[in-house]
């Protein structure tokens, strides 16, 4: 038995906000500082009242869609967010409510960052694959704009908002061939938000701060070796990859991790440029784009990985 991706969508909120709009709008910065560093032209950022539940609903349908299977049959939600809607309940629970027909599936959300989407895939394919359930939703959805101090310029610049999801099938054939998720939590002080509720009131930072020259180093070492290990688990060498589909922080984390495997930059799925780092929802955005405009195809090899606080990383090696 594997698991196997029928469908794919995703969805982004408003309209793209370019970096000039950034500085016009105060940010202490400019597109050619943004660019020269990060590859980043643009980012979507959701109007206040928007929820990563709502994001993630329209990624879901989209996928469902694509491969023609009803939220009534769906029997697992599982939403990869750092941005949820509530404490609880689960956005999943939330999108599950909103789907309408999809009653008594298995919903709830997982938190590993920008690695959550692939974590979150990882999971669905070990249920699928134990028999246990046979039709996934698989989703990352964000609204990091919340979460951004708008007047640190070395951060708020780099996230963007929105969603990607996917359908994931037991079927006969691969499928996904082989994944792994890894933790390092001893690195939790290099990217956090180290607040919280509590008697209500927000203790601690509600703001994402990060040490970005220490995540740049970790996040280039552990993309490359965790997709070395998948592919070796798999037997197979890393330039056999046909497309790499990293997590969209920065491009020259992207090129650097690519350089590192042999895998050509022209087989590199990259969004960044347009959507800056929308955590969770990078994976499943950029995968979704590709999918669509005819690049990835049906049989060919695909490698997802993630990377993100925590710190977290993980990989999913996939026959589309
Ligand atoms: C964030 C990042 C782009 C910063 O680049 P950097 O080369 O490390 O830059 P530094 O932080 O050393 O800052 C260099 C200078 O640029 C300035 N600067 C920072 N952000 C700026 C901005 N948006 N616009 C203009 N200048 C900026 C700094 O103030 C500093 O100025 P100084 O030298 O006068 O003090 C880079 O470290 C990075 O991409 N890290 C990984 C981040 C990431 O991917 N996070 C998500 C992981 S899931």
């Not at 950022?45 to 996928?63: C, D, K, N």
């Not at 950029?286 to 993980?314: H, K, M, N, P």
Request: hydrophobic share 45%; charged share 20%; proline share 3%.
């Amino acid at each position: 038995m594997y698991a196997r991706l029928t469908g794919t969508g995703s969805y982004l909120p408003g309209t793209a906000v370019s970096n000039d709009d950034l500085a016009a709008r105060g940010i202490d910065s400019n597109d050619e500082w943004i660019v020269s560093r990060t590859g980043i032209r643009s980012r979507f950022l959701a109007a206040p009242e928007t929820t990563s539940s709502e994001l993630g609903l329209v990624a879901a349908q989209r996928a469902l869609d694509m491969a023609g299977v009803a939220a009534s049959d769906i029997d697992l939600i599982i939403v990869a967010t750092s941005t949820p809607d509530f404490i609880f309940p689960s956005t999943a629970c939330l999108i599950q409510g909103r789907l309408g027909s999809s009653k008594g599936a298995a919903a709830f959300d997982v938190q590993a960052v920008c690695s959550g989407f692939v974590y979150a895939l990882g999971i669905a394919e070990k249920f699928i694959r134990s028999g246990s359930h046979s039709k996934a939703l698989v989703i990352g959805a964000e609204v990091f704009s919340r979460i951004l101090d708008w007047n640190d310029r070395g951060t708020c610049v780099l996230f963007g908002d929105g969603a990607g999801a996917v359908v994931l099938e037991a079927a006969e054939e691969p499928g996904i061939l082989t994944t792994a998720m890894h933790a390092d939590g001893t690195q939790n002080g290099i990217l956090n938000v180290p607040g919280q509720v509590c008697g209500g009131q927000v203790t601690g930072d509600p703001f994402l701060r990060m040490d970005g020259q220490a995540v740049f180093k970790f996040a280039v070492r552990v993309l490359a070796e965790v997709a070395e290990e998948v592919c070796v688990d798999a037997g197979i060498p890393t330039n056999a990859v046909e497309w790499l589909v990293p997590h969209q922080a920065n491009i020259r984390i992207m090129e650097a991790t690519a350089k590192k495997l042999g895998i050509d930059r022209d087989r590199v799925i990259i969004t960044v440029d347009r959507h800056g780092n929308t955590s969770a929802a990078s994976v499943p955005l950029a995968l979704d784009e590709a999918v669509r405009d005819g690049r990835i195809r049906r049989g060919q090899r695909v490698l997802l990985e993630g990377v993100g606080g925590g710190f977290t990383w993980g990989a999913a090696l996939l026959e589309f």
